[in-house]
């Protein structure tokens, strides 16, 4: 489960970063 966690965190990010970009 906390794998998942990470691994969504870093989805939320990628997608922020893309906007942002």
């Given at each position: 489960?906390?794998?998942?966690l990470?691994?969504?965190?870093?989805f939320c990010?990628?997608s922020?970063?893309?906007?942002?970009?």
């Amino acid at each position: 489960k906390k794998a998942s966690l990470l691994s969504f965190q870093l989805f939320c990010k990628a997608s922020l970063v893309s906007l942002v970009g």
